[in-house]
């Protein structure tokens, strides 16, 4: 039993490097860790990330350097204002007042709409009825306007 206790912290190192090492990244040697007087540095070597590890609890816990965790912030405070903006801009279309139009047209614009339509129709009619007869429409007679 005090044998697995003294493993123990060594144990849980493993899988400490091992787990979050292999989950995030399978390159190899892509973290290494250093010891200090408390506890370990890790040092992404990919990124430049440094992570101040300990063991708290029989279990490695790694935390952002200073640097790191003030571009964390900021980057954070910035988005915070933009999704701030946002939400105020949502807000004012809100309040915008609502388009009001007329519907119907005029009387003139509804005669000359169905002026177009209406010739719209003959030609149409004119041009089935001649394809129905065979007549390549050269002595067809002139549609009617209206």
């Known amino acids: 039993m005090t044998a697995l206790k003294s493993c123990l912290p060594i144990m849980v ?5 091992s787990g979050p090492g292999a989950a995030f990244s399978q390159e190899a040697g892509r973290y290494t860790m250093e010891k200090t007087d408390k506890g370990y540095v890790r040092l992404d ?5 440094v992570s ?11 935390r952002l350097a200073a640097d790191d965790r003030r571009a964390y ?7 915070n204002e933009r999704v701030k903006k ?8 809100g309040k915008l007042p609502p388009v009001v139009r007329d519907t119907l047209p005029s009387e003139e614009e509804f005669e000359k709409t169905m002026s177009y339509m209406e ?17 390549d429409g050269a002595n067809d007679p002139v549609p009617e306007r209206t």
Request: proline share 0%; glycine share 6%; hydrophobic share 45%.
């Open 86 to 93: 946002l939400e105020e801009q949502v807000a004012a279309f």
């Open 13 to 17: 190192l493993a899988v400490v490097l």
């Open 119 to 135: 010739r719209f129709f003959r030609r149409f009619m004119d041009i089935v009825r001649s394809f129905d007869s065979g007549s």
């Open 73 to 79: 912030e900021d980057d954070l405070a910035a988005l």
């Open 45 to 49: 070597t990919k990124t430049g990330d």
């Open 52 to 62: 101040v590890c300990s063991e708290q609890s029989g279990q490695m816990v790694c």
